[in-house]
């Protein structure tokens, strides 16, 4: 949590900083792009139309948020509809979060706070918060963000279009790619040993509620498990 | 409700999610409780995803090409492959283990 008081206090404007922002954010802004690919596909082979898919791209623009929601239409349809919506909102609260270390980064007018605002995900307030100077800060962001808003539209679009291509989903094991995204997105999270106890936790939680659940329902429940750990900080490090 | 309104209601209240941090005042990030709540809540759900995914077919669980298509991912994660050659790997040993036969 040092990204706020490095934007109070930046350190003098080293000239050579925005060119390192620069390059980071391509870098991780290319990399991110091409698993719209797998987005694309897999919502497609979860049941949703090219429009639909793009639609979530270009308007949700978060990775988890997305790929839980189409994970739960996967397995129960239209019916798990409120499961859905629910396991994309609860995935989207840290961006909530990535916005409050953001704001005084970003600064400016409202409307820039609102376009800043629909750009802020991992990728974009990493790169951000990582460099240096505030203006290598600003650049980083903005650049990350739109290296990948406008990659991942691109690749969700080509990835939904191969998708329809395909047909049979479970023949090119792309219900196995499903589970390996999910496991993607939370590998580089699993930093100590409180969320790992935390994700070994609410996976067996999820798996044994399968058979007695609606779709959609044993990941909510899973969601437990993290708000008891959270507010005991069981196996958490001390305060400083 | 159809997928429309489902890919609609989610959109806008991720989109809202991400606007309320640039309204409220950075102070409630000094609070460790709800910082450490969110971050625990993703990998919570995250984990439950790659469990479900896994391991559910039409509301049960059972053992087939997914399983070790995943064991296949976690390895190469744990050696920093990239994102997208780990999913492609994914989907390739689960077709060809199916292909084969060995599992459904």
């Known amino acids: ?240 | 409700m159809t997928v429309w309104h489902i890919i609609l209601i989610a959109s806008i209240a991720v989109l809202a999610l991400k606007l309320i941090g640039y309204a409220v005042p950075p102070s409630v990030l000094e609070r460790p409780t709800p910082a450490r709540v969110a971050n625990l809540l993703t990998v919570a759900l995250l984990a439950a995803l790659t469990a479900t995914q896994t391991l559910e077919r039409s509301g049960d669980i059972v053992l087939d090409a997914r399983v070790p298509a995943i064991v296949l991912a976690a390895v190469l994660f744990a050696l920093r492959v990239p994102f997208i050659l780990v999913v492609i790997a994914a989907a390739a040993c689960a077709a060809f283990v199916r292909v084969l036969g060995w599992m459904p």
Do not use: K
């Open chain 1, 1 to 240: 949590m040092t990204a706020p008081n490095r934007a109070q206090h930046p350190v003098p404007d080293a000239p050579s900083a925005p060119g390192t922002a620069v390059r980071a954010a391509l870098g991780v802004g290319l990399a991110v792009s091409a698993y719209g690919i797998s987005f694309g596909a897999l919502a497609v082979a979860a049941g949703l139309d090219i429009w639909q898919t793009c639609v979530l791209s270009l308007l949700m623009f978060s990775g988890g948020s997305q790929f839980a929601l189409i994970g739960v239409l996967a397995t129960g349809g239209a019916a798990a509809g409120p499961a859905a919506i629910a396991s994309a909102t609860l995935l989207g609260i840290r961006n909530g979060l990535y916005s409050m270390r953001m704001s005084p980064i970003i600064g400016g007018p409202w409307w820039r706070r609102l376009l800043a605002g629909h750009w802020t995900i991992d990728e974009s307030t990493a790169v951000g918060t990582a460099q240096p100077t505030l203006r290598a800060q600003r650049v980083g962001f903005w650049v990350t963000g739109a290296v990948i808003y406008v990659g991942w539209n691109l690749t969700t679009l080509l990835g939904a279009v191969l998708g329809d291509l395909v047909g049979d989903v479970r023949m090119y094991g792309l219900d196995a790619a499903a589970a390996a995204a999910f496991l993607g997105l939370l590998w580089p999270r699993l930093t100590s040993r409180q969320p790992v106890a935390v994700a070994v936790a609410a996976a067996v939680v999820a798996a044994v509620l399968v058979p007695w659940l609606q779709p959609g329902l044993p990941v909510l429940a899973a969601a437990a498990v993290a708000i008891v750990v959270g507010i005991t900080n069981a196996l958490g490090r001390r305060a400083i």
